[in-house]
């Protein structure tokens, strides 16, 4: 197999192909050693992957609510088909990259486990209410009859998944995850059986919000977030970025909802 350093793995869906993957895309196929890779999700197909490019499409939901599973999916893909020399560095599909600090920062040595922008610090693992999710498809219902999304439930099902730990993670958008990291999160959704819906008899649901779900398994196995403010959000419109932040990574425009 072929050696990387590491792997940008950004994930998107069919939705986004023709306006965020299209505009805010990497130049680049690759920086400093680390491959990029796009993935998208689609249950449908034959095989396990098809590859276009650099655009993977994983045998996978391609819904919000499916979002940590295709990270973890897209994981595997760069794991089952590479040598990773240190790790992975996540990234949504709405970014405006700076790409010279993206090369510092994938060429800074001895990066931790989990690296990342944690909206709390220092909490206990321990469980809140939180309507995010419920209250997304109730805005999109429209996502639960499309065949690209799969979803088992009906809007009023949904509104039962509103427990889930309360936990200091990575929020948002970037994060970078180590080896290490990537090989738990592997092990624990395949433990699971790739099943985001999975009440936890302790925690409520853990897997259905993305960054919840990461920073929940790897505070099972002891590895809790360094924060860095690797990315933030700007406006619709952001003409002035480069005075908003000097040192991150990329810009989180949320463009194109």
């Known amino acids: 197999?072929?050696?990387?350093?590491?792997?940008?793995?950004?994930?998107?869906?069919?939705?986004?192909?023709n306006t965020r993957m299209k505009k805010y895309g990497l130049k680049e196929k690759e920086y400093a050693g680390w491959k990029v890779f796009y993935f998208i999700g689609n249950p449908n197909i034959e095989s396990n992957f098809v590859i276009k490019d650099n655009?993977?499409?994983?045998?996978?939901?391609?819904?919000?609510?499916?979002?940590?599973?295709k990270v973890v999916m897209g994981i595997k893909y760069i794991y089952d088909n590479y040598i990773v020399e240190e790790g992975i560095l996540r990234c949504g599909d709405d970014l405006f990259f700076i790409e010279e600090n993206l090369l510092r920062f994938l060429n800074s040595p001895n990066k931790k486990d989990y690296i990342g922008f944690p909206l709390i610090h220092n909490v206990e693992l321990s469980t809140k209410t939180d309507y995010f999710m419920?209250?997304?498809?109730?805005?999109?219902?429209?996502?639960?009859s499309n065949p690209l999304h799969n979803i088992p439930y009906t809007i009023d099902e949904l509104m039962e998944f509103h427990t889930v730990p309360e936990i200091a993670c990575a929020a948002g958008v970037v994060y970078y995850l180590s080896n290490k990291s990537c090989n738990i999160l592997i092990n624990h959704f395949e433990k699971i059986g790739w099943n985001v819906f999975l009440k936890d008899a302790n925690y409520g649901y853990p897997y259905i919000i993305e960054d919840i779900c990461v920073g929940f398994i790897l505070y099972l196995n002891n590895i809790f977030v360094t924060h860095s403010v690797i990315y933030i959000d700007?406006?619709?419109?952001?003409?002035?970025v480069i005075k908003i932040g000097k040192s991150v990574i990329a810009f989180h425009t949320n463009e194109y909802k």
Request: hydrophobic share 35%.
């Open 1 to 17: 197999m072929e050696s990387i350093k590491g792997a940008i793995l950004i994930y998107s869906c069919h939705k986004h192909m």
């Open 55 to 69: 655009i993977i499409m994983l045998k996978c939901e391609d819904s919000y609510i499916h979002v940590a599973k």
């Open 134 to 144: 419920p209250m997304y498809y109730l805005s999109n219902q429209q996502d639960l």
């Open 234 to 240: 700007v406006s619709p419109g952001y003409s002035d």
